[in-house]
Each structure stands twice: as C-alpha cells, then as structure tokens.
C-alpha cells in the first residue's frame, strides 16, 4: 500500500520568489491543498513549408503560475516559528502593528487593510514560500512553492467546532524539489480556537490606543449575542500580472479593494432585552443603516483573536420557517469603511508570544 504523508510549512521570502525553506511555520491541514500549476505552453503550429495538416511540430512554455486553497484549523500560533500564522494574515492585510501586554506579557499584533501594502514600510518585496513536504512513494521530498500572495480570508465558525480559516493564495511557480524538512513541530492543542471560546459582541465595544493601531477591547457595555454559525470572508483583490519583464512567471501584483461580507444564523426572535434577531431584520425596511460586531475568541493563556467589524450595512437573508422546528434567520451583511473610529473596515488582533509577525 501507497505511503500517505503530508504536511506545510510556511516561509516568508525576503524577496519574491527567492525561497525561504529554513525559517518556517509548521500549519496543520485540514485537506491537502497542494497548489495547482497552470502552465502557458504554446503549440508551434506556423507554416514553415512543411506538411503543417499532419499535427503541430514542437510546444514552447511561455509562462507559468500556481494557486491553492488552503484550509486549516485556526491556532494563534504556528509550530517553531511562532509569528507564522500572523505572517500568513499580514501578507494579506499589508501591514500589521505590534504592542506587548504589561500584564501577561504576550503580543499583541494588529493588522488592517492598507492601501499599498507593497510599499518599503509595509511588506515591501517580501512573499511567501508554501513547503510542501510530500511523500514520493516511500520517499519524503520538500515541494516549494514560491512568490505566494494571499487573496482571501475566510473564518468559519460552527457550534461544537474548531475554528476555520480558508485563504486562497496564487504565486509564481514550483521551485527545485528537494529534501524533506523534516521534523515538523505543531502549535499545542490549548492554542487551537474553538466554538466554546467564541463572544460575539455588538453595540458599545471599547476600543483601546489609537486608531487604527489599537491595542485592545473591552466590552463591558457591549450585547452579547448567541448565533448558531457564522463566517466572516474578506478580500483585497490582488491579482498577478505577467509583464516583458523577461520572467515567465507574474512579477507584477496589481491590488484591488478591500471586501467584507460577514454572515451568521441564530433564532428569530425579539427579546425584551439584548440583541433582537426580529428588530435587525426590520431596520432593513426603514432605513440603509450600520451594524457592528465583534468576534473574540479567548484560547487562554493571554492568547486570544480578535475580529472586529465596525460598520456593517445589512443586505438580506430571511427567516426560515418550517412546521417542525422554531424558526431561524440568516442575517447577512456587507463591510464599510468606518472613516470616522477606526479607520479600517476590519480590523484583526492576534494575541501570542511571537515578539513579530
């Protein structure tokens, strides 16, 4: 029988494209995720005098590229080193601000969009490397896949679940195969979030520092609210352009704009008190107003993160009734730029140990 090992870690190249298959994160998977490579290869099928009706003579390749999808339980640290998973967000976001708690002592990391993330102050030409170690039938080989961008965020949340996140990442291409990395060393169980340490909040959430560089939250007067699920997806837009810049890979990453759209089921109903499910829906009618929630997931341990979504504009989902069950609602919603707090459409925190990200 085949062997069946596999496992990620992650490297950030200090210049694109340039692998890093030393300094790396180890990530857990949920599924495989090995990137698919598109290769442009071109036929030669030009009238050279020869019998050309026979079938193309030769294929030259042009160009090349990779994406994947990667799904991942979601651990405020990656194994060895730690900052990872914050990496892994950062190379979305653009840039990421970090603070150290003089109470327990950890980081606090906190990432938003920003308008040029590629500029020197932000990520610069840094990229990811995706170190793929695949078992070649009996034989553990390390794949890289080099010059990662990251497109997409998706947290994905369930009762009696772990945490989530889906990203969808694109780069340039698959680099010389080599040995396996060996030794993968994984985040401890207890910094694994899960539907037990989820808070949702909205109303008077307490931001503390300075926007948008904010060291905290508080939710002292803020409502808390129950949902059944939820899913919070962003994206940037990012796409990779191949120039004449004499490469056969893209080079070149043009960025969009920032997305949000953030869902979550919970019971229709109208409570005397708190969040109503019924009043939310309503609003809808009378006026094209904001929402805003806050997403906390406490693992311990002063380890903890945070989405924070401050000005949401609803836009649908409707009450689903049926004979053999109380009814529910599926509120969704779509991000704003709050100019005037927060300075960001979404913000995330990470609390860990890691000193950077």
């Given at each position: 029988m085949a062997e069946n090992k596999i496992y990620l870690a992650i490297g950030e190249e200090q210049a694109r494209g340039v692998r890093e298959s030393v300094s790396v994160g180890f990530v857990p998977l949920l599924t495989p995720g090995i990137p698919k490579v598109?290769?442009?290869?071109?036929?030669?099928?030009?009238?050279?005098?020869?019998?050309?009706?026979?079938?193309?003579?030769?294929?030259?390749?042009?160009?090349?590229?990779?994406?994947?999808?990667?799904?991942?339980?979601?651990?405020?640290?990656?194994?060895?080193?730690?900052?990872?998973?914050?990496?892994?967000?950062?190379?979305?976001?653009?840039?990421?601000?970090?603070?150290?708690?003089?109470?327990?002592?950890?980081?606090?990391?906190?990432?938003y969009p920003t308008a040029d993330p590629?500029?020197?102050?932000?990520?610069?030409?840094?990229?990811?490397?995706?170190?793929?170690?695949?078992?070649?039938?009996?034989?553990?080989?390390?794949?890289?896949?080099?010059?990662?961008?990251?497109k997409s965020l998706l947290f994905t949340q369930e009762a009696g679940q772990q945490l989530k996140l889906t990203t969808e990442m694109f780069g340039q291409f698959r680099d010389a195969v080599g040995n396996e990395l060996g030794a993968p060393v994984f985040a401890a169980e207890a910094l694994r979030c899960d539907y037990n340490e989820l808070r949702v909040y909205t109303g008077a959430v307490t931001r503390e520092g300075v926007a948008p560089d904010f060291t905290g939250f508080g939710f002292k007067n803020a409502i808390a609210l129950y949902p059944d699920k939820l899913s919070v997806k962003i994206e940037n837009g990012m796409e990779d352009h191949l120039r004449l810049s004499g490469l056969t890979y893209p080079d070149k990453t043009r960025m969009g704009r920032f997305k949000v759209a953030f869902e979550?089921?919970?019971?229709?109903?109208?409570?005397?008190?708190?969040?109503?499910?019924?009043?939310?829906?309503?609003?809808?009618?009378?006026?094209?107003?904001?929402s805003n929630f806050t997403l906390h997931?406490?693992?311990?341990?002063?380890?903890?993160?945070?989405?924070?979504?401050?000005?949401?504009?609803?836009?649908?989902?409707?009450?689903?009734?049926?004979?053999?069950?109380?009814?529910?609602?599926?509120?969704?919603?779509?991000?704003?730029?709050?100019?005037?707090?927060?300075?960001?459409?979404?913000?995330?925190?990470?609390?860990?140990?890691?000193?950077?990200?």
């Open positions: 598109e290769f442009d290869d071109k036929k030669i099928n030009e009238f050279r005098g020869e019998d050309h009706v026979k079938g193309d003579t030769a294929v030259r390749r042009m160009g090349q590229k990779w994406h994947t999808s990667l799904e991942m339980p979601f651990f405020t640290e990656a194994g060895k080193i730690k900052g990872m998973t914050g990496t892994l967000i950062k190379h979305f976001f653009g840039t990421a601000v970090t603070s150290k708690d003089a109470v327990t002592g950890q980081s606090s990391h906190m990432l590629f500029s020197p102050a932000n990520l610069g030409s840094k990229a990811l490397t995706l170190n793929f170690n695949i078992n070649e039938g009996s034989v553990m080989k390390n794949w890289p896949f080099a010059g990662g961008r990251v979550m089921t919970l019971d229709w109903e109208d409570p005397a008190s708190g969040f109503s499910s019924v009043a939310e829906f309503n609003s809808r009618f009378s006026t094209a107003g904001s997931w406490d693992a311990g341990a002063g380890h903890a993160l945070y989405i924070d979504l401050p000005s949401l504009h609803r836009t649908g989902g409707d009450p689903n009734y049926n004979a053999s069950k109380d009814p529910m609602v599926t509120l969704k919603y779509e991000g704003l730029y709050d100019a005037a707090t927060t300075k960001y459409m979404v913000g995330l925190m990470l609390k860990n140990t890691a000193i950077a990200v």
